[in-house]
């Protein structure tokens, strides 16, 4: 580490990082040392001194150990070529109408006319077998509502059906849009103030949303964070090779944190999958999908609620006339 270079390039994590906290203390956040500290990826701890010297010849930090910028302006993140690319390859998608303006995608256009795009309808085909078909373009109106939530940040009410038929009605600071390339679904991630926790709902569920004239503030995107930091978990499972298991468990699995290890002499997988608590249900769905190339190990309340999870669905089948 002492003999590595800190930035060897600009779009290195470090560096993107420092730029981002940067902008955010010029738009008036109130970092400490610590807050810098922690929002850095990947720290080697043991060489802690060096990036903190790095911080106080970056930043002034003021009598209540706050940082301050020796030149008060903001840092443009330049983009690459094939980030250019992608950009170019979005604005043509009419999947991605709804996170811009059409005023702004014709600007964007104008100027990228000399950016070739990623990928042309010539050259790729999209086949999905899974999931909800043409998500984006059927409920564009719903995700131009979200997405303008997000950005004012402001209230969203909102009418949900779960699987189960069950109808849910209430008014809450949206906090991320998420899309699950693995399944195909888009889901909205909402903060219920009183009970202090977010809820994830799947977009296809939603039957009526709407912005509310009701504001939040960055507050609420810290308990969402400290939220997350409380209820990130993990789960440990064994899969054998056996119908085509393992593929399909890295591929519905794709979107969360891993770790693998394989057994040669035994001919088994071993993974540990890291995940929110308020994903638990769609973790277990997953999980009974595999069928039985899979055992859960660890932990045993997570193994236990698939046992009594199968043994529902068991007793359901037995009691049902042939």
Not at 220 to 225: D, L, N, S, T, W
Request: hydrophobic fraction near 40%; charge should be negative; include cysteine.
């Amino acid at each position: 580490m002492n003999k590595s270079k800190l930035f060897n390039e600009t779009q290195s994590e470090h560096f993107l990082t420092l730029c981002s906290v940067i902008n955010d203390i010029h738009r008036g956040s109130l970092l400490t040392e610590t807050d810098i500290l922690h929002r850095f990826p990947h720290i080697d701890w043991a060489d802690k001194d060096r990036l903190l010297q790095l911080l106080h010849t970056v930043f002034i930090f003021d009598e209540k150990g706050h940082a301050r910028l020796f030149i008060n302006a903001p840092i443009p993140q330049l983009a690459t070529h094939y980030q250019l690319r992608w950009l170019k390859d979005m604005l043509l998608n009419p999947e991605c109408d709804f996170l811009l303006a059409d005023q702004i995608r014709i600007k964007l256009l104008a100027a990228m006319k000399d950016i070739n795009p990623l990928t042309t309808p010539e050259t790729i085909t999209i086949f999905r077998e899974t999931g909800d078909r043409n998500l984006p373009l059927a409920n564009s109106d719903m995700l131009a509502k979200i997405w303008q939530a997000l950005k004012k940040r402001q209230k969203l009410a909102y009418t949900y059906q779960d699987a189960g038929g069950n109808i849910h009605q209430g008014i809450c600071p949206p906090c991320r849009l998420e899309y699950d390339c693995a399944w195909h679904r888009l889901h909205l991630i909402l903060w219920l103030e009183k009970e202090q926790r977010a809820i994830k709902l799947n977009i296809s569920g939603i039957q009526e949303i709407s912005i509310t004239d009701i504001s939040y503030g960055r507050e609420i995107e810290q308990c969402f964070e400290d939220f997350l930091a409380r209820n990130k978990t993990s789960v440990v499972l064994q899969l054998s090779p056996k119908n085509n298991a393992v593929d399909r468990c890295f591929a519905i699995f794709s979107s969360y944190d891993k770790q693998s290890v394989y057994d040669e002499d035994k001919d088994i997988y071993t993974l540990t999958i890291t995940y929110y608590k308020f994903d638990r249900e769609e973790i277990i769905n997953y999980i009974l999908s595999l069928g039985a190339a899979v055992t859960v190990m660890a932990p045993q309340d997570m193994r236990q609620s698939v046992i009594d999870r199968l043994k529902a669905q068991w007793q359901r089948l037995s009691s049902t006339p042939e």
